[in-house]
């Protein structure tokens, strides 16, 4: 079964870091684009961070500095640090992968991160 699996979210306070992890199963990730999402309640899907199979990284204003996306290919994992924390970055999180050489595009489940004091 091709897939993403994530994992890593939790609770925690404001300044703290987390890191997301996201597994695929199935397929290799050579020649996909990763990107982070998140949702917020009552809020629009936003992308945070990409990395391009060449390793180019791109982040959204809100996270840049603070967030860091990485890759690996070999072992068919890719994560997100998250580094001083804000209550604003609450919200369910999702990795995805989107293949450079076909209409390949897959979705981890989401998982919860929350910063609260």
């Known amino acids: 079964q091709l897939q993403l699996v994530e994992s890593g979210g939790g609770t925690v306070q404001p300044g703290e870091s987390l890191t997301l992890s996201c597994t695929t199963s199935g397929f290799d990730l050579y020649h996909y684009a990763i990107m982070w999402f998140r949702q917020a309640p009552g809020k629009e899907r936003e992308g945070v961070a990409k990395i391009f199979y060449t390793g180019t990284r791109n982040y959204a204003d809100s996270v840049k500095g603070r967030f860091t996306i990485s890759r690996n290919d070999a072992k068919k994992q890719m994560s997100l640090h998250m580094s001083s924390l804000k209550p604003e970055d609450t919200a369910v999180y999702y990795c995805?992968?989107?293949?450079?050489?076909?209409?390949?595009?897959?979705w981890g489940q989401g998982t919860q991160v929350t910063v609260s004091s």
């Open positions: 995805n992968a989107k293949s450079s050489r076909s209409s390949d595009e897959f």
